[in-house]
């Protein structure tokens, strides 16, 4: 349905699907699979919760959730990887440049 009215990309992983909806990781990546052997490409959105930062675990969480997405990728042309932090939405915080690169090269 979603080609039929021409889209072209998709939205996955994003912070209220995860929380609000408790979308696993597995999930997450089994929709990224979905969406690519249907033709779509995908944006999958990565990011921590301000309580796992402060713990010292956001390596490990976005680890988590872009593995879960790399599982299912083959070809990775059609994939964009969006950092979200989910501290930095709504809140008036956000990410510097620094932390973002921090995720990057992680």
Known sequence: MIKDCGVEW???G???RRHVFGESNELIGQKVAHALESDLGVIACIGEKLEEREAGTTEDVVYAQTQAIADNVKDWSKVVL????VWAIGTGKTASPEQVRLI???
């Not at 969006?82 to 932090?85: K, L």
């Open 82 to 85: 969006a950092y979200e932090p």
């Open 104 to 106: 990057a090269i992680s």
């Open 14 to 16: 994003h912070s209220e």
């Open 10 to 12: 998709v939205i996955l």
